[in-house]
């Protein structure tokens, strides 16, 4: 028996991570713009923290009426101001960094989740290696070809293929080597470690506590009370906390609503729905994202080695997806194929039965 195709479990994680992916990319140049105009990191990150508090917290009572709500322990409460710690944490750190370099760098360097994911599910033991598993060993070809394409689609830029009115020189990572952007990798390495420390203690939480709204608005509540300490240490003067009707106020409410509140929440849901490593086997999508942006809204070039990238990109996550469905598949089947008394057909439950009476 094999398990039917299902779109709630097959095709719509897919397209969610993706578009929540092209989302984060665009908040990211978004925020670089803004900090360009005299932002400030920190009370940017207290900004919007706050404004996606404030909006999932009504939302949050008001569908608990209607919602099966597992009892909330303390237990359950510290874990989730872990998580939220650890959360801002990775956030201040992340934003210092493109602001001392760029997002194209942080989507770069993100090619780094998947591997740190990998390897603490395997440490933790959410993850296990087979040699002989065919599953096991697209997940890791998968991975390591994913991450391969992106470095590709990084320093390899290639003769050009399709030119614009207005041409943009991409920043050449192998020449920039000032102190600024040695900082900002550094951060951006950091930042994307705790990311995925973060997600695999979300898939710890959510085995004791199924229950993504409520676990996302603890999450914002702790993450708004500690970036607003950090913002009010580091930034005392009232003037900088003052926003107009400017670009900073647009980035700062779309990072609110569709990071914090959105992007968190559908993060959430599908690390519970598919698991850590799944979840982060997307992120070397991102370039492929941020370059197809660039040529489109930038008016950037498009280079042979964007195309071979995205290629290499493409094959990887192929392997990744196709390993984990055909671990789901092997699961479901080797359960449906495990007799036991209980669902064992009739005749043979009878034969047991005679058999203990003879024996008797």
Same mark, same amino acid.
């Given at each position: 028996?094999?398990?039917?195709?299902?779109?709630?479990?097959?095709?719509?994680?897919?397209?969610?991570?993706?578009?929540?992916?092209?989302?984060?990319?665009?908040?990211?140049?978004?925020?670089?713009?803004? $900090?360009?105009?005299?932002?400030?990191?920190?009370? #940017?990150?207290?900004?919007?923290?706050?404004?996606? $508090?404030?909006?999932?917290? *009504?939302?949050?009572?008001?569908?608990?009426?209607?919602?099966?709500?597992?009892?909330?322990?303390?237990?359950?409460?510290?874990?989730?101001?872990?998580? &939220?710690?650890? &959360?801002?944490?990775?956030?201040?750190?992340?934003?210092?960094?493109?602001?001392?370099?760029? *997002?194209?760098?942080?989507?770069?360097?993100?090619?780094?989740? /998947?591997?740190?994911?990998?390897?603490?599910?395997?440490?933790?033991?959410?993850?296990?290696?087979?040699?002989?598993?065919?599953?096991?060993?697209?997940?890791?070809? &998968?991975?390591?070809?994913?991450?391969?394409?992106?470095?590709?689609?990084?320093?390899?830029?290639?003769?050009?293929?399709?030119?614009?009115?207005?041409? =943009?020189?991409?920043?050449?990572?192998?020449?920039?080597?000032?102190?600024?952007?040695?900082?900002?990798?550094?951060?951006? $390495?950091?930042?994307?470690?705790?990311?995925?420390?973060?997600?695999?203690?979300?898939? =710890?939480?959510?085995?004791?506590? *199924?229950?993504?709204?409520?676990?996302?608005?603890?999450?914002?509540?702790?993450?708004?009370?500690?970036?607003?300490?950090?913002?009010?240490?580091?930034?005392?003067?009232?003037?900088?906390?003052?926003?107009?009707?400017?670009?900073?106020?647009?980035?700062?409410?779309?990072?609110?609503?569709? &990071?914090?509140?959105?992007?968190?929440?559908?993060?959430?849901?599908?690390? =519970?729905?598919?698991?850590?490593?799944?979840?982060?086997?997307?992120?070397? #999508?991102?370039?492929?994202?941020?370059?197809?942006?660039?040529?489109?809204?930038?008016?950037?070039?498009?280079?042979?080695?964007?195309?071979?990238?995205? $290629?290499?990109?493409?094959?990887?996550?192929?392997?990744?997806?196709?390993?984990?469905?055909?671990?789901?598949?092997?699961?479901?089947?080797?359960?449906?194929?495990?007799?036991?008394?209980?669902?064992? /057909?009739?005749?043979?439950?009878?034969?047991?039965?005679?058999?203990? #009476?003879?024996?008797?």
């Amino acid at each position: 028996m094999t398990r039917t195709w299902s779109f709630y479990m097959d095709f719509l994680p897919v397209i969610v991570i993706i578009g929540n992916e092209c989302i984060d990319m665009g908040l990211l140049t978004l925020f670089k713009a803004a $900090t360009l105009e005299g932002m400030n990191n920190h009370v #940017f990150i207290a900004y919007a923290y706050a404004v996606g $508090t404030s909006v999932l917290f *009504p939302v949050t009572l008001f569908t608990r009426r209607s919602r099966v709500v597992p009892p909330l322990t303390f237990t359950i409460i510290c874990k989730i101001v872990l998580l &939220g710690t650890i &959360g801002c944490t990775s956030q201040i750190l992340g934003y210092i960094g493109i602001s001392y370099s760029s *997002p194209t760098l942080a989507s770069a360097i993100a090619n780094l989740i /998947p591997i740190f994911t990998f390897m603490l599910a395997v440490t933790f033991r959410m993850e296990k290696l087979a040699a002989k598993s065919r599953s096991s060993n697209a997940k890791v070809i &998968g991975s390591i070809i994913s991450i391969a394409g992106a470095f590709v689609l990084t320093f390899y830029k290639g003769p050009s293929i399709m030119n614009s009115s207005s041409l =943009h020189q991409p920043i050449d990572f192998l020449k920039s080597v000032d102190s600024s952007w040695a900082i900002g990798g550094m951060l951006l $390495t950091v930042d994307y470690f705790l990311v995925a420390l973060n997600i695999i203690l979300q898939v =710890h939480i959510l085995k004791e506590f *199924p229950d993504e709204l409520t676990l996302v608005l603890l999450y914002s509540i702790t993450a708004t009370i500690i970036s607003t300490i950090v913002a009010l240490l580091s930034v005392p003067n009232s003037s900088v906390w003052k926003i107009g009707l400017n670009l900073s106020l647009i980035s700062i409410v779309s990072s609110g609503i569709f &990071g914090k509140l959105i992007g968190n929440t559908i993060t959430v849901w599908s690390v =519970h729905l598919k698991g850590a490593v799944y979840v982060t086997s997307f992120i070397p #999508f991102q370039i492929v994202i941020s370059v197809a942006m660039s040529v489109m809204f930038l008016g950037d070039t498009l280079h042979l080695g964007s195309i071979i990238g995205a $290629t290499i990109i493409s094959i990887g996550l192929y392997g990744v997806l196709w390993g984990k469905a055909t671990e789901e598949i092997e699961k479901d089947v080797g359960t449906l194929e495990s007799p036991s008394t209980e669902n064992a /057909p009739l005749l043979q439950s009878y034969r047991i039965v005679d058999k203990t #009476f003879e024996n008797k």
